[in-house]
């Protein structure tokens, strides 16, 4: 996913947050010191609240090689990853699932210590106040964008069915679907060409079913039986917007 309209807030320069992360750089060990140089130097925060860490950082942060991070972030999702300014990211997310699924691997005990203390200042991150202000703040907003948007897409697409079964909108109940979801793709949600507007029943079916792109949508219209027409239109405005 490239993305040069996000814009991003390096955490070293955030005087509130690196203090915390001082105060967890206790041992001083060469590997200690650069697993925390590449977490306080490389991690950026966006304007939704999302944390992001630089591809090439994380053979400190993973403890590892560069070659077997290639090999980890190729089977990342694609909703937590994404290019900015020529930098590839990896979510903060992400990258702290990775860790717990090398602590938990067969390897010796000192590497097992220093994936430790990378996951603890990940965590500190993870759970700084301000940051999660920023998250709560965008997800305040969302209940506003989400009706607008099902006002504005009824009307513009003349809409009296499902958009997927077909079946008859129930107007009062129904609801803006998010096609990339809101939360792995906050750029797009304000966008009525990444959504549908369907009944409640069907929106839980998705969520159940945990739908966050167009290709699990599609995935899932295939096992329901349900309409697809979507699918072209939703390809045909990533490819005018020139969105991966």
């Given at each position: 996913?490239?993305?040069?309209?996000?814009?991003?807030?390096?955490?070293?320069?955030?005087?509130?947050?690196?203090?915390?992360?001082?105060?967890?750089?206790?041992?001083?060990?060469?590997?200690?010191?650069?697993?925390?140089?590449?977490?306080?130097?490389?991690?950026?925060?966006?304007?939704?609240?999302?944390?992001?860490?630089?591809?090439?950082?994380?053979?400190?942060?993973?403890?590892?090689?560069?070659?077997?991070?290639?090999?980890?972030?190729?089977?990342?999702?694609?909703?937590?990853?994404?290019?900015?300014?020529?930098?590839?990211?990896?979510?903060?997310?992400?990258?702290?699932?990775?860790?717990?699924?090398?602590?938990?691997?067969?390897?010796?005990?000192?590497?097992?210590?220093?994936?430790?203390?990378?996951?603890?200042?990940?965590?500190?991150?993870?759970?700084?106040?301000?940051?999660?202000?920023?998250?709560?703040?965008?997800?305040?907003?969302?209940?506003?964008?989400?009706?607008?948007?099902?006002?504005?897409?009824?009307?513009?697409?003349?809409?009296?069915?499902?958009?997927?079964?077909?079946?008859?909108?129930?107007?009062?109940?129904?609801?803006?679907?998010?096609?990339?979801?809101?939360?792995?793709?906050?750029?797009?949600?304000?966008?009525?060409?990444?959504?549908?507007?369907?009944?409640?029943?069907?929106?839980?079916?998705?969520?159940?079913?945990?739908?966050?792109?167009?290709?699990?949508?599609?995935?899932?219209?295939?096992?329901?039986?349900?309409?697809?027409?979507?699918?072209?239109?939703?390809?045909?405005?990533?490819?005018?917007?020139?969105?991966d």
């Amino acid at each position: 996913m490239q993305n040069d309209k996000m814009e991003l807030t390096s955490i070293f320069n955030d005087c509130h947050l690196l203090p915390k992360l001082i105060n967890n750089n206790k041992t001083i060990t060469k590997t200690a010191k650069a697993t925390w140089n590449a977490w306080a130097q490389e991690s950026a925060v966006d304007r939704w609240g999302r944390v992001w860490l630089k591809v090439e950082s994380l053979h400190s942060i993973w403890r590892t090689d560069k070659p077997t991070v290639q090999s980890f972030v190729d089977r990342i999702p694609r909703s937590e990853k994404t290019t900015h300014e020529g930098e590839r990211l990896i979510r903060l997310t992400a990258v702290l699932n990775q860790i717990t699924l090398l602590i938990d691997a067969p390897i010796i005990n000192s590497r097992r210590n220093n994936l430790k203390y990378s996951r603890k200042l990940g965590i500190v991150i993870q759970e700084d106040a301000t940051i999660n202000d920023k998250r709560q703040n965008y997800l305040g907003r969302l209940d506003d964008t989400r009706k607008l948007l099902k006002k504005r897409t009824i009307a513009e697409r003349m809409l009296c069915v499902d958009e997927l079964t077909m079946k008859a909108l129930d107007s009062k109940n129904s609801e803006f679907h998010h096609i990339r979801s809101q939360a792995a793709y906050p750029e797009y949600k304000d966008s009525i060409w990444n959504g549908i507007v369907i009944n409640k029943e069907t929106h839980k079916i998705i969520t159940e079913n945990g739908c966050s792109d167009e290709v699990d949508l599609e995935y899932l219209c295939s096992e329901r039986n349900w309409n697809t027409i979507w699918l072209d239109r939703y390809q045909n405005n990533l490819k005018k917007l020139g969105i991966d």
